[in-house]
């Protein structure tokens, strides 16, 4: 199948120039001006954006958690990031206490073979990690999974003592992996939750009431601590709050490796969201929602390459039947929120439409960056000559309704309802294959494949 996308404006994390794209089975060929050259397909992308298919590195698509499992699987999950402009996940792989971390990995594989609309990759959420787990972890990263998710809370189910954190950052440290830092502290968040409970808070806002900024910057800078002493690098998930940020910015000053995302419902929500009544589970997830004063500090950090890559820690739940198991009590809603279809169009809208970031950043964002951090470079990430030509046509003069009448994810509201953000994603080819057209899906399930990624080697 050969495919010609004509007259797009290419933007990548560097360049932005008007040019065809000559696409050859999965890969982009040749990329020139007037091409003339003869294809199956031809796409007229005049006056559209043709960037590179984004990366959201942090998923969670069928994850038993909470008494239940997140709602979207990887079919339906995948089918919807692509319809967002999403070419690749990475979901998070689960070795449960007491199983070992190859279990963990081949559940996963079982989850998502032949199901998906797009590529993917698996990072492992890693509860053991003694030294005898570093021959399985090596042998993880050479079949491709590069990256490792520890935790500073949630104790008795993934919390991870200093000690096993420290062991899993010097063993991935060694070889180019990743460790991914849930950093809050989750001992001390367990006894205010006691506390607010044994007085009768039990509304759904007492779960940000309950998790303070602070106790997210004391585990950023335990994270960034431990890495130090372990001569490894860190990548914080899911960072809310300016507390947080502000340790990564000092680190980062010092020439330390450390890493960061944050996602959508960071930049765009607030504490304001909860409400008071029931309703607020809908954003119960964890990091919380702040206070708003922290988006623009978020944005900064975004803008300063303080924080390199936005995520969705896509976990949806729905509310009926499983938001509704914490009925009487915040602390027993699965934690988490849906995001993976409308992350680049909340971060196109907020970030270039809204004069917060340049074009290229966005790109850098949203795809760039994450395909550096996770070792997927330069096969994604970017359209140049030799790359998998993941590629979404992105319409920035119309604008769209977010929704639950109108989005793909499995789940039953949207934690943007209603709110209209400039720029349409219209088309979009996963390697090679147009997955997406004039915003109908019309890929197959199945049509992603894993992908072995290399060694994360930060950006
Ligand atoms: O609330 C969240 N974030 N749920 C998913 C699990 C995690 O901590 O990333
Ligand atoms: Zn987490
Ligand atoms: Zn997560």
Known sequence: MKTLIKNGRIVTAVDDYTADIFIDGEIVMTIGRSLDIAADTVIDATGKLVIPGGIDPHTHMELPFGGTESSDDFETGTRAAAYGGTTTIIDFAV???????????????????????????????????EDKHTEEMYTLMDEGITSFKLFMAYPGVFLADDATIFRAMSAAGERGGLICMHAENGIVIDEIIKRALADGRTAPKYHALT???????????????????????????????????????????????????TCPQYLFLSIDDYGDDFEGAKYVMTPPLREKHNHSE????????????????????????????????????PNGAPGVENRMSLIYNGGVHENRISLNRFVEITSTAAAKMFGLFPRKGTIAVGSDADIVIFDPNRSQTLSVETHHMNVDYNAYEGKIVQGVVETVLSRGKVVVKDEEYVGEKGDGRFLKRGECVGV
């Not at 007491?98 to 963990?104: H, K, L, Q, R, T």
């Open 95 to 129: 070795q449960t206490k007491g199983e070992s971390m190859i279990a963990g990995v081949d559940k996963w594989h079982a989850k998502a073979e032949g199901k998906t609309a797009i590529d993917y990759g698996f990072h492992l959420i890693t509860t053991d990690f």
């Open 211 to 261: 998790r303070p900024t602070i106790a997210e910057a004391e585990g950023v800078h335990r994270a960034i601590a431990i890495a130090e002493m372990a001569e490894s690098p860190v990548y914080i998930v899911h960072l809310s709050c300016n507390d947080a940020l502000n340790q990564v910015r000092e680190a980062r000053d010092r020439g330390i490796p450390a890493f960061a995302e």
């Open 298 to 333: 978020l944005w900064k950090g975004l803008k300063m390459d303080d924080l390199q890559v936005v995520s969705t820690d896509h976990c949806p739940f729905c509310m009926k039947e499983q938001k509704e198991l914490g009925k009487n009590s915040f602390a027993e809603i």
